[in-house]
């Protein structure tokens, strides 16, 4: 899937991070309920991962929360081939239909698409995205 880190090393990180954002009603709710996470990966153009991260740093993270997009989680990766040219990360949504509905006013939004294109005038910042939506499962440990 990945080169360099397989879904079972991302999955097992995702895991064990501390502090993640949960509804009081525990993972077994949230698995047979409508809450799905979406895994996004973002391959940077090279040379521009420290854009990308800025770009989150300073903007998208606060669009996201204007448009219902729970961010849990984001991570680089320690290691070559990925290591300085990839960005994981992890939303909450509350439900698939949600998601979808939030990206596209996250798309429509106007400071979004300021920040987008002002960001890339000196060329894009990624060269691709790949989404993954997962539930958790009903043993899952609390997040």
Known sequence: MLKGMGAGAVVSAMA????MAQADTGASAQASGGVVFELRVYHANEGKLG?????FRNHTITIFKRHGMESVA???PTD???KGKTLFYMLKHPSREAAIANWAAFHDDPEWKQVSAASEVNGK????VESTFVKLTDFS???
């Open 80 to 82: 070559d081939p990925l």
């Open 51 to 55: 854009d990308l991260l800025a770009r």
């Open 141 to 143: 440990p609390r997040l």
């Open 74 to 76: 984001y991570w680089t």
């Open 125 to 128: 910042l990624v060269e691709r």
């Open 16 to 19: 064990g991070v501390k502090g």
